[in-house]
């Protein structure tokens, strides 16, 4: 008996050393399942760490490795762990010589897959404590059935014993690290939004002026020509059929460019005929007056999936797509644009090749179309990418829930040089 003591405690002096030295929880626990193996044969062996006041729970294992191994990230209720009546101190611990078969394991709602999928058939489930309180489980498997016998139990409590408060305290401190990671990246984002917000603000200031500028200067002018040329024709009190097709004529540019101009403002055919025509009118319009002339070509696969999203957002997409066309017109000089929408699943993907020279990563750095892109992106909760393309380019890409939260929009502009 002595003997066996004295093995025990050089057996927790080793797992002592194996914990020594890791800041990681799952390392740290693995490094403990080996020399705890040497007390207690397992083929596989978890541990559940209580957090939230006690109502979730966290998972690492080692050995087989089964779904449980997810919690380690996704923590769960522990109404649903299987081992719920030793996290809650109803039982002492459990002994099982057949899991497979134990309804203790077993009940509406319980993660016991694992036990099934990975045959853990012997079982010993010990609470884990610190500062007298349950923590959580340790819980050791094998796949052979009536392996343990209460000496087992004796020694597994002692081992939870006796790594419990390191490995709790790790894993505080990996949670603690995860939501000052989380809280910072959301003052960032935060930070993020309210510049760009500001820059957004500030461009559409701007573009208000150029429209401004364009009526000034375009349409007015238009139309006091006409005005001028309506009043010669009044003068001379006879109009030749010539004079009144120029004047025709005039009309017409002027009503086209006052079109343009309420397009841009308020994008019409978006509203009446949906996203995908909007995008082509967008791109005819766009590539109308190119010099050299522009190829453009539009695929359609996406059976009007984007136009069962809530307005503002369809809105805030076809702004991105029109900023991304703009940018290849305007700056690219390409030969050629390609725009393609395929909808896969609960997937929108809406992608826009031209063969022009690209643009400078500092582009997306100091604001300008491709900020704005951004801050719209944010403003409807979506991520927006702006990357070089795999051969030659740019690649824009926007994700944003489709359907609710359920799955992502994927909207991609892929600028080739």
């Not at 959301?186 to 309210?194: D, G, I, T, Y």
């Not at 401004?212 to 139309?223: E, I, K, P, Y």
């Not at 009309?251 to 343009?260: A, P, S, Y």
């Not at 900020?371 to 979506?382: P, Q, V």
Request: overall charge negative.
């Amino acid at each position: 008996m002595a003997k066996m003591a004295t093995t025990l405690v050089e057996r927790l002096l080793a797992i002592s050393h194996a914990l020594s030295g890791h800041i990681d929880p799952g390392e740290a626990f693995r490094a403990t399942a080996i020399e705890i193996g040497t007390i207690i044969p397992h083929d596989h062996m978890d541990v559940a760490i209580l957090l939230h006041d006690g109502q979730q729970h966290v998972c690492y294992e080692a050995g087989v490795h089964t779904s449980w191994g997810a919690l380690a990230k996704a923590p769960l209720s522990i109404n649903v762990s299987p081992v719920r009546s030793v996290l809650r101190g109803e039982a002492a611990y459990l002994l099982t010589a057949d899991a497979l078969e134990d309804p203790r394991f077993h009940f509406d709602g319980a993660i016991d897959e694992p036990i099934y999928s990975a045959g853990l058939r012997s079982r010993i489930i010990v609470p884990l404590k610190a500062r007298g309180e349950i923590v959580g489980a340790l819980n050791i498997s094998r796949h052979t059935p009536d392996c343990y016998s209460a000496d087992d139990v004796e020694a597994a409590q002692h081992c939870a014993d006796f790594v419990a408060p390191y490995i709790y305290a790790l894993i505080q401190s990996e949670q603690a690290r995860r939501a000052m990671l989380a809280e910072n990246e959301a003052r960032n984002r935060k930070e993020l939004l309210r510049v760009g917000a500001a820059r957004l603000t500030e461009g559409m200031e701007c573009e208000r002026r150029r429209i401004a500028m364009d009526l000034h200067d375009q349409t007015l002018a238009d139309l006091s020509r006409i005005v001028r040329q309506i009043s010669a024709l009044h003068h001379q009190g006879v109009a030749r059929a010539a004079q009144l097709a120029d004047l025709e004529r005039e009309i017409v540019n002027c009503l086209t460019e006052l079109r343009h101009i309420v397009d841009d403002m308020r994008p019409g055919v978006l509203e009446l005929f949906g996203l995908r025509d909007a995008i082509e009118a967008h791109l005819n319009r766009s590539v109308s007056r190119a010099t050299p002339p522009i190829a453009v070509h539009i695929k359609d696969q996406s059976e009007g999936a984007a136009d069962m999203l809530p307005e503002r957002i369809r809105t805030a997409l076809y702004r991105i797509v029109q900023e991304a066309i703009n940018n290849a017109v305007r700056h690219a000089a390409p030969k050629r644009i390609d725009v393609s929408l395929l909808a896969t699943g609960p997937t929108l993907t809406i992608s826009i090749t031209d063969d022009g020279v690209g643009y400078q990563a500092t582009e997306a750095e100091e604001g300008g179309g491709i900020g704005h892109m951004h801050t719209r992106a944010a403003l409807i909760g979506a991520d927006l990418k702006v990357e070089p393309g795999k051969e030659r380019g740019t690649r824009v890409c926007v994700e944003a829930a489709l359907e609710g939260a359920a799955a992502p929009i994927l909207l991609e502009a892929d600028v080739m040089e």
